[in-house]
C-alpha cells in the first residue's frame, strides 16, 4: 500500500508513476483526460494532500513514458479544475480538490441516480401537513419567533415516543435543532475540545468525522465487523487507554452497515459507558426505519442502559423529509441546560413553521404513513440486493433488516475507482474511504435504496458497466458529492 505524502513534500516522477498504476491512454487528448483524472483521483482519497508539490513536466513524462505535451494537458486540465496551481520559478503543486465541479459531464438525456444520499423524498402527507401547519401558525405570528429550544408541542410528542419505547422522558429532556448534524456540532462543541479524542466506530458516517475534524478533535476508531457486529472488547480498551471525552455511537440500523445492536448487547455496552462516566452522543437517526415491525416493538435505546450522560440525536431526514431540516437532542435536563447556554454561538433555534409540519406529521395518524414507508423501503432493498446480484455477482453484502442502504463487499480494493467510473455512467456513490476514520476501506461501497425500485434496477445495471470499465483500468474524471 502507498503511504500518504506528508503536507508540503515534494513527490518524485518515480514514486507518482507508481502511486498512479495503470492508466489508459489512447491517443494525446484521450491520455491528458486520464492522466488528469488519475491524479484527481488520488487527491481526493487523500493520497496527494494539498500542498504536495508535482515533479516538474520533464521528469514526470520521462517516469510515464509519455510526452511533455500530454503531461502539459494534463496539468492544464488540473489547473482550470482548480486541483493544480503553478508559478514560474515555483512549479506546481496541488491547490485544491476540484469542489468547483458539482457533476459529471453527460448526455442530457441520461438521468442522474444520487447513490451518495440516502435520502428519501418527502414522506406522503407532506402538503397536508404544511397546510395543517400554516393554520397553527397564526397563534405564534406576533411573537418574535425566535423559540431557542423548541415548540412545546413538538417536543412533548417527541418525548412520548421515547417514553413508549422503554426510555421515560419528559418535554424538558427534549430540544429541537436545525438538523441532526447541527445537533452532532452542539454536543460536540460541549463535550470536546481542539485535541480532545472521540471514540467513533468504523466505518462511521462521514459528516460526524468531518465535524470532528473542523473541531480538531481526534477521532479514535474501533472496528466494527459487517459480519460480527461491535467489539466490546475493543471498546473497552479504546475507553481505558485512550479516555476519550465522548463517544459517538449508532446502534439502530448503522451507518452505513445497516447493522443493529440488539438489547442485550445495549445493556452491556451502556454499562461500560456508565461505569467508565464516558458521555454518549447516540445516533438515532434511521431508527424509525425497522423492517421487522413497529419500532415500539424493538430494542429499548441505548440511553435506557447507559446512564445520565447520555444524549440521544434525532432526524427527521431519513423518516420524513430532509426538506423540514429539523432534528432534537435527547437528554437530562442538566445537559440540556448546558447545551442551551453555548446554543446562541450556532443558532437561534428551529424555524416555527417547519416544528409545526413535523409535529402534525407526528400526530398518531402520522406513523400509519411511516408504516407504509416502511414496507416501500423494504421493498426497495429487495430489489436492489436482487439487482445487485444479477449485475455485480462477486459483491458480497448482508441485507439488513432496516435503515436505508446496503454495505457491500467488493472482490478487489476498488471502492474509490468505481465511484469515480461511475460517475461517467450516470450513477454519484460515496467511496468506502468516506465512512473511514484514515480512509482506506477500498474494498466497500454504501449503496442506499431510498430511490424508488424501478431506478434503483438500473442504477444497478449501471453499476455493472462501471464494474467492467474499472477492471479495465480506465480512469475518469472525478466528482464532487455530498453524503447524507
Request: glycine share 10%; aromatic share 6%; proline share 7%.
Amino acid at each position: 500500500m502507498t503511504s500518504t505524502i506528508p503536507l508540503g513534500s515534494r513527490i518524485s516522477g518515480e514514486r507518482l508513476a507508481v502511486l498512479l498504476g495503470e492508466w489508459r491512454r489512447r491517443g494525446s487528448r484521450q491520455g491528458a483526460v486520464n492522466l488528469a483524472g488519475a491524479i484527481e483521483l488520488y487527491v481526493r482519497d487523500g493520497q496527494l494532500p494539498i500542498g504536495t508539490r508535482l515533479p516538474a513536466e520533464r521528469e514526470l513524462a520521462a517516469s510515464l513514458g509519455v510526452s511533455r505535451t500530454l503531461i502539459g494537458a494534463a496539468l492544464d486540465r488540473l489547473r482550470e479544475d482548480g486541483i493544480v496551481a503553478s508559478r514560474q520559478g515555483a512549479g506546481s503543486w496541488i491547490s485544491g480538490t476540484g469542489a468547483r465541479r458539482q457533476e459529471p459531464t453527460m448526455p442530457s438525456s441520461e438521468a442522474l441516480f444520487d447513490l451518495a444520499k440516502a435520502a428519501p423524498p418527502a414522506l406522503p402527507g407532506m402538503t397536508a401537513a404544511v397546510d395543517a401547519a400554516t393554520h397553527e401558525l397564526a397563534a405564534y405570528i406576533g411573537g418574535n419567533g425566535y423559540v431557542t429550544g423548541g415548540l412545546a408541542l413538538l417536543r412533548e410528542r417527541i418525548a412520548e415516543r421515547y417514553t413508549a419505547r422503554g426510555l421515560p422522558t419528559t418535554a424538558e429532556q427534549v430540544m429541537i435543532t436545525s438538523g441532526a448534524y447541527s445537533a452532532f456540532v452542539l454536543c460536540l462543541r460541549m463535550l470536546a475540545g481542539p485535541g480532545d479524542r472521540v471514540l467513533v466506530e468504523q466505518p462511521t458516517y462521514p459528516n460526524a468525522l468531518d465535524a470532528l475534524r473542523a473541531a480538531h478533535a481526534l477521532p479514535v476508531p474501533v472496528a466494527l465487523d459487517p459480519a460480527i457486529g461491535w467489539d466490546f472488547a475493543g471498546i473497552e480498551a479504546a475507553l481505558r487507554q485512550a479516555s476519550p471525552r465522548f463517544a459517538y455511537l449508532v446502534v439502530d440500523f448503522q451507518n452505513p452497515t445497516g447493522l443493529r445492536l440488539a438489547a442485550e448487547g445495549r445493556e452491556r455496552l451502556g454499562g461500560l459507558l456508565a461505569r467508565t462516566r464516558t458521555p454518549v452522543v447516540i445516533d438515532e437517526s434511521l431508527v424509525e426505519l425497522d423492517f421487522a415491525g413497529d419500532p415500539l416493538d424493538g430494542p429499548p435505546p441505548l440511553a435506557a442502559f447507559a446512564g445520565d450522560l447520555s444524549l440521544i440525536i434525532g432526524s427527521a431526514a431519513k423518516s420524513h423529509w430532509g426538506g423540514l431540516r429539523l432534528g432534537w437532542i435527547r437528554a437530562s435536563v442538566d445537559l440540556l441546560d448546558r447545551l442551551l447556554s453555548s446554543r446562541f454561538a450556532v443558532d437561534l433555534g428551529a424555524p416555527v413553521l417547519e416544528q409545526l409540519v413535523l409535529a402534525a406529521l407526528l400526530e398518531p395518524d402520522g406513523y400509519a404513513a411511516l408504516a407504509r414507508r416502511r414496507a416501500d423501503f423494504r421493498q426497495q432493498r429487495d430489489v436492489l440486493a436482487d439487482a445487485l446480484r444479477e449485475h455485480c455477482p462477486d459483491w458480497t453484502f448482508n441485507v439488513p433488516s432496516g435503515g436505508l442502504s446496503l454495505w457491500c463487499r467488493l472482490p478487489k480494493p476498488m471502492s474509490t475507482r468505481l465511484a469515480v467510473s461511475a460517475a461517467n455512467h450516470g450513477v454519484q456513490l460515496a467511496p468506502g474511504s468516506r465512512f473511514g476514520v484514515h480512509g482506506g476501506l477500498e474494498r466497500w461501497l454504501r449503496v442506499p435504496f431510498a430511490l424508488p425500485a424501478d431506478q434503483l434496477a438500473e442504477a444497478a445495471r449501471r453499476l455493472g458497466l462501471a464494474v467492467a470499465s474499472v477492471r479495465t483500468c480506465a480512469n475518469v474524471p472525478a466528482v464532487d458529492v455530498a453524503i447524507t
